[in-house]
């Protein structure tokens, strides 16, 4: 039953963003998959001109230790790599702030995210607040990311959300216990690593599961 919800809810949305895509060129990310492809994203990082990335992920993850073979391959690259674990599920705009707060003290020129859905959707929202000057709430909507966001990567260690490929980020405002969508094009990653090693640690469950939005994704790209 469940599973049958979750496709016609697929199906339903899919539908609604045919016109829109009609109006909106949608990015799609450069894919690098398989084992090994987190080193391989690194290089393309290093390669594009970055120099001071900025890492945005949980404290959990910096415990397993799965950040270490991230930062030593991006400083392999010569990048300046600062670490900001603050992010929590559903991250509320004070987290996002705080975030914002670390990248400016770090002087980043780009972005990676590293974790499950919040983490990338942290990333996301962080980028976007670096170039606009916008706040979370300011940002929440459809078409509000003003300018092009830093240059922003993506390294999933879940297969829940998707959001390395998607459209979207969800904030949290923590007064009104309301969670908001900032819905944009430009909040499209420039590539992500789908690297099974980074799913060490993971719940079996989460790791062997495929959403929806990324099934899609490689629909259309094959297409």
């Not at 909106?24 to 391989?40: C, D, H, Q």
């Not at 300046?80 to 980043?108: C, S, Y």
């Not at 099974?196 to 259309?220: D, E, N, R, Y």
């Amino acid at each position: 039953m469940l599973f049958d919800l979750r496709l016609f809810a697929h199906r339903f949305i899919k539908a609604l963003k045919k016109p829109l895509f009609k109006l909106v060129a949608v990015p799609r990310p450069v894919l690098i998959v398989g084992a090994g492809s987190t080193a391989k994203l690194c290089q393309l990082i290093g390669g594009s001109g970055a120099r001071r990335t900025m890492i945005v992920t949980d404290a959990i993850l910096v415990r397993l230790g799965l950040l270490e073979p991230v930062r030593r391959a991006l400083e392999a690259e010569g990048i300046d790599v600062a670490v900001f674990d603050g992010i929590v599920p559903d991250p509320t705009e004070e987290v996002l702030e705080r975030g914002l707060a670390a990248l400016r003290a770090h002087r980043g020129d780009s972005i990676l995210g590293v974790g499950g859905g919040s983490s990338i959707d942290a990333a996301k929202v962080i980028a976007a607040m670096a170039t606009t000057g916008k706040s979370p709430a300011q940002l929440v909507g459809v078409m509000k990311v003003s300018k092009a966001p830093l240059p922003l990567y993506a390294i999933p260690t879940t297969a829940g959300t998707g959001s390395e490929v998607t459209v979207a980020a969800v904030v949290t405002d923590s007064k009104k216990h309301e969670k908001g969508v900032v819905v944009d094009p430009k909040l499209v990653p420039v590539a992500a690593a789908l690297d099974p090693v980074m799913t060490k640690g993971m719940p079996p469950p989460i790791t062997a599961w495929v959403p929806s939005s990324v099934l899609h994704f490689m629909k259309v790209r094959r297409s």
